[in-house]
């Protein structure tokens, strides 16, 4: 949509887009007079933002001084305190013994966390709920410090039971100005980074958020903050908040607090780098309606809640139609999803006058989305918006792992939704061989071809085999499922990957991904894909007597789960390896990702070599 654009190198980010000169060139080609940073790569780079005011170039952020005070952890906790905005109580200095350890852990308040002062991955780390646990995972962790990190020192710390991840928006100018525009939900994470925000959250009151907003702007002032820019808190579970850090640019989920506002946060960022004096004050922020914000990916959420997907885009179709609903994105039909970039593919908006109506509109717009080529994560976020716990507002940072302990696994169909797909795919699957029959066979005379209006069926839905009757009369079709008969119609419009199907008054969109001539057919059902064979009865006889193939043995071999660059290779033909030990590491679109051994062996060979890349399904390493 750009007026013009500008190559600043290859896809590699090191030699693109944080790649100083090569913008700094950029910049001078066109003639530019102020650069927007967007939300990553050198949108917090200090050194940047010098280099433009060294050309005369406005940087469309804060100044400098406040990139560096709030990029600095220790530097941000020290300037939090100092403005008064609440912090995680706890204690930096060694503690000596057992007994020092209780004394400051009851002047704290449990529960607190007893960890390393050199410590890191876990290790080193105890939560103490009373005194007796506090001596208990002093001995413990400072041992385990000792052995890991020759450095027993430890500190303690308030531990923040069940947190919500709750973070302001604020606005300041160069004039002293500053507002708080109120606050987003961003408590359902993964690997610590944010998949679904809302805004307001369900959790806070008027007081409470009151207070976060007044803190944030505290903070701003503190650093003569010019932007747009969030403070990010940890909320307990009895509306206690304490800083966690503060960006100092604009965040990916920022449209949401533009939605329940109205105000632009990106032209208010552009007014304020050129000078202008904010237009509201903080009585003129409203709170209309509710925003929620699904961040769609291109990952397989069935490994480890998403592991990066790349490929083409064969078909891409967004449901930015849909009233309420939009659709921030940077791509398009055709387009390729790389292993070089963050795996998002859009930001999906949607809003209401209410929070059950946004979330009902997101729930349709995910619905209607139409993404083909890579694998998505929309059937995990299509899950989480109608979890009942969500819907009550009953999050926290560990929502998945909490919902689900053993992994996502898609949608649990209930009874009557498992009736609903098999009538679906039976329907869709008489549809396209009445359609077939219309051409196979023409000739220059017209032949009236008797046509079946009953088809006897069986389908198989993973380990379920269902006997199905079907009748057809033009578009609408009556079908036995189990003994419950079901009225399905539709326009049956099969060139279409959007398939809006009637059973029995529930109306529903559906997504027909893939069928051959097998019988086999996948098919997109409440945001999960899932893979059915249909085949008339007598097909199905027959196809009882065909060979299967041998699932091949995958327990000695490692493959790649994702595509990506490895980053290093730590064993070699010969070595003895235990289960789940790293083997390798993979780096893939920002993200690094240990490999490790599915079962003790020797290692027979290694198929890779740090800095190659690999693809999804590589082999990797054989193990004897």
């Not at 109580?89 to 007994?99: E, H, I, L, R, T």
């Not at 903080?282 to 929620?292: E, K, L, R, Y």
């Not at 791509?331 to 593919?345: A, K, L």
């Not at 071809?449 to 009369?473: C, F, R, Y």
Request: hydrophobic share 40%; proline share 4%; glycine share 8%.
């Amino acid at each position: 949509m750009a007026d013009e654009a500008v190559c600043v190198g290859p896809a590699p980010t090191s030699k693109s887009y944080l790649n100083m000169d090569a913008i700094m060139e950029a910049i001078k080609k066109t003639g530019a007079q102020a650069v927007h940073p967007g939300y990553g790569f050198l949108s917090e780079n200090k050194e940047f933002a010098k280099c433009l005011a060294a050309n005369g170039v406005t940087f469309i952020g804060p100044d400098t001084h406040a990139i560096q005070a709030m990029g600095d952890k220790i530097e941000s906790k020290l300037l939090a305190k100092n403005a008064k905005v609440n912090t995680i109580p706890g204690f930096d200095g060694v503690v000596k013994d057992a007994d020092e350890a209780v004394r400051i852990a009851r002047e704290i308040g449990y529960p607190v966390m007893i960890k390393a002062s050199a410590g890191g991955g876990g290790k080193g780390m105890r939560i103490a709920w009373d005194d007796e646990e506090t001596r208990d995972g002093f001995r413990f962790s400072s041992q385990e410090a000792a052995s890991s990190f020759g450095d027993d020192r430890l500190l303690i710390e308030k531990f923040i039971d069940n947190p919500r991840h709750i973070e302001i928006q604020v606005l300041g100018d160069q004039h002293g100005n500053a507002l708080w525009l109120n606050e987003r939900e961003c408590s359902i994470q993964r690997r610590n980074q944010k998949v679904v925000e809302e805004a307001p959250s369900t959790f806070l009151d008027s007081k409470t958020r009151k207070a976060m907003g007044e803190q944030a702007v505290a903070l701003a002032k503190a650093v003569k903050y010019s932007s747009a820019g969030t403070v990010e808190f940890l909320v307990d579970s009895k509306k206690n908040f304490y800083f966690l850090e503060m960006n100092t640019r604009l965040q990916v989920e920022h449209p949401i607090t533009e939605c329940i506002t109205g105000l632009d946060l990106v032209q208010e960022m552009i007014r304020v780098a050129k000078g202008y004096p904010l237009r509201h004050k903080q009585d003129d922020i409203p709170i209309n309606g509710w925003a929620v914000e699904c961040r769609v990916y291109a990952e397989d959420p069935y490994k480890s809640f998403g592991l990066p997907s790349i490929g083409r885009l064969s078909q891409y179709q967004e449901p930015s139609c849909l009233p309420g609903v939009r659709v921030d994105s940077g791509i398009q039909q055709g387009s390729d999803i790389s292993i070089y970039y963050d795996p998002m593919i859009s930001k999906l908006i949607s809003y209401g006058s209410s929070r059950s109506e946004a979330l009902q509109r997101m729930e349709e717009a995910l619905d209607n989305y139409v993404i083909r080529g890579v694998t998505h994560n929309i059937a995990l976020l299509r899950e989480v918006i109608i979890h009942s716990r969500f819907v009550q507002g009953d999050i926290n940072t560990k929502f998945l792992s909490d919902v689900y302990p053993d992994g996502f696994k898609g949608h649990k169909l209930t009874e009557t939704e498992r009736k609903h797909l098999l009538a679906t795919a039976s329907s869709l699957y008489v549809a396209a061989q009445l359609r077939a029959q219309q051409f196979v066979g023409n000739s220059r005379i017209p032949i009236l071809k008797p046509q079946m209006k009953k088809w006897e069926l069986t389908v198989k839905l993973g380990d379920e085999i269902h006997d199905i009757v079907a009748s057809n009369n033009e578009s609408e079709f009556s079908v036995e499922v189990d003994g419950t008969q079901l009225n399905v119609t539709s326009q049956w419009n099969l060139a279409s990957p959007l398939l809006p199907v009637n059973v029995d008054g529930t109306r529903r969109i559906v997504q027909c991904l893939s069928r051959d001539a097998g019988g086999n057919m996948s098919i997109q059902f409440l945001g999960t894909t899932y893979k059915l064979q249909i085949l008339t009865k007598h097909a199905a006889e027959l196809n009882r007597f065909m060979l299967e193939k041998v699932a091949e043995d995958t327990s000695s071999t490692l493959r790649s789960p994702m595509p990506g660059v490895m980053v290093a290779v730590s064993v070699k033909p010969g070595d003895v390896v235990s289960e789940g030990q790293e083997v390798c590491v993979i780096e893939a679109m920002k993200m690094q990702n240990s490999m490790a051994a599915g079962k003790s062996g020797k290692v027979k060979s290694v198929h890779c070599k740090a800095g190659d890349t690999v693809g999804e399904g590589d082999l990797l390493v054989e193990l004897e």
